[in-house]
DNA sequence: AATGAATGAGTATTCATTCAT
DNA sequence: CATGAATGAATACTCATTCAT
């Protein structure tokens, strides 16, 4: 591995664990410095601001969880076993990458500009998927960002409660029934 | 009934109107009382912090929405129709009162402290909706946070597609369509 | 008693006590007004400013410390006697009235005009005993300001050292050092 | 040595001279800046706070103070003649230090928080030379903290009044008559 | 006399960003 | 590239005083 010629990515390892831990708002360049061993003005060498670092970041956040769900595809065949999949890596995902996951959301939320949020790419496979089952004649044929929109509620919401305590429910069983609810919701 | 003599209700309606259009971190007391036209300091006067301000102008709003809610329930019977009539106070309300609802949201999900959260009106109403299906043997068992959880993702993840313009289908045909889907969520 | 006329006297009432607990610049007129059961406005009716109230507290107290020494001085004849009963009354004054004595003093220090300081009736009646010594031939003869200054600086002190629990002797003797003390100072 | 390269000095000559002159309490955080020549927000670069600057300027002013003390009693051998320096020293710095004086007189009276108080070097020196005086059998057995009060009340509180400019008499008989009545307060 | 809502100048503190070294 | 001291506008909040009722 090559040594770091720059401190670049001291800076975004900083501000993630940071972003992850107290929010985008609630972290300070004099926090992401401190955390980086770096100076201060040494951020505005690599980002031009606070709010594009963030943005990076986010990219590069959705990216791996991109890459996370795409793993969970990879050995399925039929649309319905990839929606299962595709749920099944959601839930893995919030529960592994906690603050991962906590960060994408609240930045998703609000945080982040909108032209930003288009760029969350779960949405965009969970759609293929949807087509993909349309084709093959097994899902309803519907508008997918309607349908995608109520699957992503199901789960996103469904996560939101779990993670405040406030579904008496086993993990596993959640999860099954969830996957349960978004076949029905794609089935004729 | 005489003429108002303080100025409580400049500082809400003012503070409404700009929480809803930048948040609540996004306002500034001095917008607030600039938009009020008053003084920085009436504010103070009335509430005891600006947090204080936010959260029962949160409060006022959630039970404004709880009995907007109420009056679409007022005359159905089933459960059936009850969840259905659930449904769609909520998408009116989302649609006719935009301020309102983009207020809720956004506080609910992340501006406010957790204790205002639970407050949360509607997420009790659904809940009583489905025990009393559950009661009269039409819905199936199970634990209603986490049906309720799965419905509430449904309906706002939903809304939130088609406030973003990221929903080719018509409005009637998406509420129709969000009502079946939460049916089919708690039938047997 | 009288029926109180005018809300005059619940504001220095009110006023005493808090600048007592928490001084005067840590004392606010809203303070006043609550503890008082009046409006804040009414302060307004019966003293120019929080200033001017404090400074007339001030003499208020100024002269019910006077009254309290003067009553151990009734039944005294000698100067030595008298300056004895002086520093008695300090110290009991200050051990009894632990409020008004801290408030006093506090007041005394910083926190008033300088031409209200002048009006401080102990240093005056200290004086007192100190001419009459001098011309009874039994004190020394020596400018009664700095005389007056000494024995006043060695009663302040020992109490305030007192007060923070700073000396590690019982009070009586304590009193009974400054005592002898004092009459060192003016004793030939 | 090279240039200053911050503007911490600069901060704290101008906190000094502002907080001598009104007070810590009346002294705002723009009057720094304004006279330090810098922006408000420089002076929390250097200190976490005003009352932590005020803490630090006292530390230094104190030592600064003990310093002065401690070159008046190099060159005095027994006790008698050191308690004579204690007191000679503690007129002169008043008199030729008179801001800094009555900045730490002001402070240790009031403006600061306990822990800071008990730093008070010159009493700690003070009672060092009593402790000796006791152990070379010249000075009576008595609680340091008792005589070290009614020693330090005599001096301060004739310094006060010498500075309020109520004593008639001349500097030098002041001095040697504060002195003679400290000599007197430890003798047998 | 009494009220108390309103004022507005003032408070300490924060923080993203700049720039001379 | 890197630094970090300096900036200055912005922040929420305070409080003695005024004045219409």
Redesign the interface.
């Given at each position: 591995m090559a040594r770091p010629i720059s401190k670049k990515s001291e800076v975004t390892d900083a501000a993630l664990a940071l972003f992850m831990k107290k929010g985008i708002?609630g972290t300070t360049t004099r926090d992401i410095a401190l955390r980086a061993g770096i100076a201060e003005g040494t951020i505005y060498r690599h980002f031009e601001s606070k709010a594009k670092l963030a943005e990076i970041i986010f990219e590069q956040n959705i990216d791996f969880f991109w890459k996370f769900l795409k793993g969970y595809l990879k050995n399925v065949k039929t649309p319905e076993e990839m929606l299962g999949a595709f749920v099944h890596g959601y839930f893995e995902f919030s529960r592994r990458e906690q603050k991962r996951y906590s960060y994408l959301s609240?930045a998703h939320?609000?945080e982040l500009k909108?032209h930003s949020?288009d760029k969350m790419k779960p949405m965009q496979m969970l759609k293929k998927i949807l087509r993909l089952g349309q084709k093959q004649g097994r899902f309803r044929e519907?508008?997918t960002?309607?349908t995608?929109?109520?699957i992503?509620?199901?789960?996103?919401?469904?996560i939101?409660?779990?993670k405040t305590g406030?579904?008496?429910?086993k993990y596993h069983e959640?999860t099954e029934?969830?996957m349960q609810?978004c076949l029905?919701?794609v089935q004729k």
């Open positions: 708002k609240a939320q609000t909108k949020r519907l508008d960002s309607l995608g929109a109520m992503m509620g199901t789960i996103i919401q469904t939101f409660y779990l406030r579904i008496a429910v959640v029934e969830v609810t029905k919701i």
